[in-house]
């Protein structure tokens, strides 16, 4: 949810029209949270249609296969390697992951954003900004640091500005 506000907020600092929808499911019970957002010149549906998404941004390995749906060979996948358990279910490898996600696209990038996170910054729980910034400055999401440096400052509470605005930093690193 704090990643959708702060592409939202990003895109409209640089004039885009954007639309957001978000699907909670179990979120409060610790489930995934699925977003779509579109932004352009002009944005009639928050939702992306099957084969149209642009970049998926996983923060966790195996929820990136949900992206399936929404992936074409042109699409941009960023993934967390964190794996968090399910319940009665054995978690797919790294290996058999990246067999899959590279049978959609061309473009699958994975990251130990949480490791890194928690090695550099003493917390992987801004894995999620860390790959936003990655994603931006490795031009695979059109808008510009600045506009994100921006709407992290915005957006994010000011007893976790200090964390993220270092994590940012470090992303850019």
Do not use: W
């Amino acid at each position: 949810m704090t990643l959708l506000q702060v592409v939202s907020e990003a895109a409209l600092l640089e004039g885009y029209d954007l639309k957001t929808s978000e699907l909670h499911g179990l979120s409060q019970r610790g489930g995934s949270v699925e977003v779509h957002i579109r932004f352009g010149r002009k944005i009639y549906s928050p939702l992306v249609s099957q084969g149209k998404a642009d970049l998926i941004l996983s923060l966790e390995r195996q929820e990136s296969l949900r992206g399936a749906y929404f992936a074409n060979p042109q699409t941009k996948f960023l993934v967390n390697s964190l794996v968090l358990p399910i319940a009665f279910t054995k978690p797919l490898s790294e290996k058999e992951v990246l067999a899959n996600l590279n049978k959609l696209s061309l473009n699958v990038d994975l990251v130990s954003a949480t490791d890194i996170c928690q090695k550099e910054i003493g917390t992987g729980v801004v894995a999620g900004i860390y790959l936003l910034t990655l994603a931006v400055s490795r031009k695979m999401i059109p808008l510009k640091n600045e506009s994100i440096l921006k709407a992290i400052k915005k957006i994010i509470p000011k007893r976790h500005l200090e964390l993220n605005l270092k994590t940012f930093n470090l992303a850019r690193s």
